[in-house]
């Protein structure tokens, strides 16, 4: 497993942008397929994104499509998701997670603490 520490959460207006940075703490980052994951208050947690290990490979949310974008730099150990034209449903705990495929929630086996993304109207 891999401790995962996310970042760059807060309160931003509909229609603003924020960018979410997940710092992993092995050298061996680059290996691991990447993932970022949502949670609403009172709604299971659901796929946003997910990056394979070179970057080659993005899948994304149809939710999510034209407005965020999942990036990784491997030489730093973070993996990134910049999020523009903001809505108030995308009000949510953000987690980035590693070791998984895809969409598939449960294939991941390392998970950060969240981050807190408050969309205001």
């Known amino acids: 497993q891999v401790q995962l520490v996310e970042s760059g959460g807060g309160l931003v207006q509909a229609g603003g942008s924020l960018r979410l940075s997940c710092a992993a703490s092995?050298?061996?980052?680059?290996?691991?397929?990447m993932g970022w994951f949502r949670q609403a208050p009172g709604k299971e947690r659901e796929f946003v994104a997910a990056?394979?290990?070179?970057?080659?490979?993005?899948h994304y949310a149809d939710f999510v499509k034209g407005r965020f974008t999942i990036s990784r730099d491997n030489a730093k150990n973070t993996v990134y998701l910049q999020m523009n034209s903001l809505k108030v449903e995308d009000t949510a705990v953000y987690y980035c997670?590693?070791?998984?495929?895809?969409?598939?929630?449960?294939?991941?086996?390392?998970w950060g603490q969240g981050t807190q993304v408050t969309v205001s109207s």
């Open positions: 997670a590693a070791g998984g495929a895809g969409s598939l929630e449960s294939t991941y086996d390392s």
């Open positions: 092995r050298r061996s980052f680059s290996s691991y397929v």
């Open positions: 990056i394979t290990r070179s970057g080659g490979s993005i």
